[in-house]
């Protein structure tokens, strides 16, 4: 079975500018998180998406969005990108929201914002 | 709100010796699961082990094996028979149980970086 897939792989930007990042998760897996690592704040929680729904949602400013689509890819987008949102984007899939389901997590995407 | 609590920022261990990694968490809630995450170079995140609160028994993953103690809040990650390939970050991570309204959410430590010498 395929493992989480991200895409791309590595992107630069310019501020100001916005990004879309994408997440396809493993087949059958309903949940998909988002992470945002940094080697000051460490691994941060951004948000969790579970049959197109946003259920939960990190300490982010609004320039982080993020949604569902039917076949549980999900994408978030940056807008008005700033210096400090230069990371590691790592998106998570599971089975489900509650019970032990384990995450798995995809291979990340590098931003970088100049 | 949840803490994890990593204190060791590096730690090293020989080639087939044991190395154990320590965790400490906040919460106040009584269902829980626990994990072990390593990040090697790659950066692809895998996990290692999982411990749901309510079990007594301690997991264990081949060479992989975890000291849960619950009343002290302590997740310790022994790494038995090390080799070169365990090298990488080690993450502990929380998340709250069925009950709990955070759904999926992953609360992390800071990470211990990990070197194995041949």
């Known amino acids: 079975k395929a493992g989480v897939t991200q895409t791309p792989r590595y992107l630069i930007k310019t501020r100001g500018q916005q990004v879309t990042l994408s997440c396809s998760p493993i087949?059958?897996?309903?949940?998909v998180s988002w992470y945002q690592q940094t080697p000051g704040q460490g691994l941060q929680f951004l948000f969790e998406?579970?049959?197109?729904?946003?259920?939960n949602k990190g300490n982010f400013p609004g320039r982080f969005s993020g949604r569902q689509f039917s076949n549980s890819r999900s994408e978030m987008n940056v807008s008005t990108l700033e210096l400090g949102d230069s990371a590691l984007y790592l998106c998570?899939?599971?089975?489900?929201?509650?019970?032990?389901?384990?995450?798995?997590f995809g291979p990340g995407t590098r931003l970088t914002v100049t | 709100a949840q803490t994890v609590t990593q204190s060791q920022p590096e730690m090293s261990v020989q080639e087939a010796e044991t190395v154990t990694l320590s965790c400490t968490y906040d919460?106040?809630?009584?269902?829980?699961?626990l994990f072990w995450y390593k990040q090697p170079p790659s950066r692809q995140m895998i996990l290692v082990i999982r411990?749901?609160?309510?079990?007594?028994q301690n997991a264990t993953e081949n060479r992989f094996s975890v000291n849960f103690q619950k009343a002290a809040k302590s997740f310790s990650l022994k790494i038995s028979d090390s080799q070169l390939g365990d090298a990488a970050m080690y993450f502990c991570?929380?998340?709250?149980?069925?009950?709990?309204?955070?759904?999926?959410?992953?609360?992390f430590g800071q990470g211990t970086i990990l070197t194995v010498h041949p």
């Open positions: 411990q749901e609160a309510y079990k007594q």
């Open positions: 998570a899939s599971s089975l489900g929201v509650r019970g032990p389901y384990e995450q798995y």
């Open positions: 991570a929380y998340r709250r149980g069925q009950r709990g309204t955070s759904y999926g959410k992953l609360t």
């Open positions: 087949s059958g897996h309903r949940s």
């Open positions: 919460t106040s809630e009584s269902d829980y699961y």
């Open positions: 998406y579970f049959s197109e729904t946003q259920r």
